[in-house]
């Protein structure tokens, strides 16, 4: 069966050039060419277009334009691999939002802070840990204390204990400061710990979103190997 650039493009919206940048990109194989000098495609062309479409929401635009190239080349392992790299990424994230959730179940109020400020040395005696850890914690970015313009001590605020104790949380259970340091920037953004968990709700559902992805991903990719 010969294909046209244009019944490729039609069956998912794009425009015939869209097509030809695919195929030169290598996402697609060589196209034929007719006597004349056009474009001809085939059913592997229409199954390998397919293909790449359905691994985009899976693996982004880059990684699924990155497996293609890997089988089109004949190097279906570093495909494979790619896709394993993916598998594993997904896997983080999830094991990254389910350990958020769990601190935040466990986050106690500050009782410190209420009204008022406290200071590094009942902060750290609170948490068991030493004061030099928060002044670490402090240098990675983690908590931002402000500073009393009298004497230079640190302060921290109801906000600023939220973080140490959310972060006191995410430590334990293994995290790395440079992780413990993403997720209180989306606490900040959210605006606190209980609009942080509409957030977390929303991430989960991407999360899931894309493992259903990677697996219509999977389906048409092994449809695409068994193709001629």
């Not at 493009?9 to 006597?35: C, F, K, M, W």
């Not at 001809?40 to 359905?54: E, G």
């Not at 902060?123 to 240098?139: F, G, Q, S, V, Y």
């Not at 600023?160 to 440079?178: I, N, P, S």
Request: aromatic share 4%; charged share 25%; glycine share 10%.
């Amino acid at each position: 069966m010969r294909l046209r650039p244009i019944d490729l493009a039609r069956e998912h919206g794009l425009s015939t050039q869209a097509v030809r940048n695919y195929e030169e990109a290598g996402i697609l194989p060589p196209a034929g060419r007719s006597p004349h000098g056009y474009r001809v495609y085939a059913p592997r062309h229409a199954a390998a277009l397919r293909t790449f479409l359905a691994l985009i929401p899976a693996h982004g635009h880059a990684s699924a334009g990155a497996i293609m190239r890997a089988v089109n080349g004949g190097a279906v392992e570093g495909a494979l691999r790619l896709i394993d790299e993916g598998h594993a990424q997904l896997a983080g994230d999830r094991c990254t939002l389910e350990a958020v959730e769990g601190a935040l179940r466990d986050l106690a109020p500050p009782r410190e802070l209420e009204p008022g400020v406290t200071f590094i040395g009942p902060l750290a005696r609170r948490l068991d840990i030493r004061p030099a850890t928060l002044r670490k914690w402090e240098r990675a970015g983690l908590i931002v204390p402000r500073r009393d313009p009298r004497t230079g001590y640190r302060v921290y605020t109801s906000a600023d204990v939220r973080d140490v104790l959310l972060a006191h949380q995410l430590r334990r259970g293994g995290y790395g400061l440079e992780q413990i340091a993403r997720v209180l920037e989306r606490v900040r953004t959210a605006g606190g710990p209980e609009p942080l968990r509409a957030t977390l709700r929303e991430w989960r559902d991407r999360l899931t979103a894309r493992g259903l992805a990677m697996l219509a991903g999977a389906a048409a990719l092994d449809t695409y190997l068994g193709t001629p």
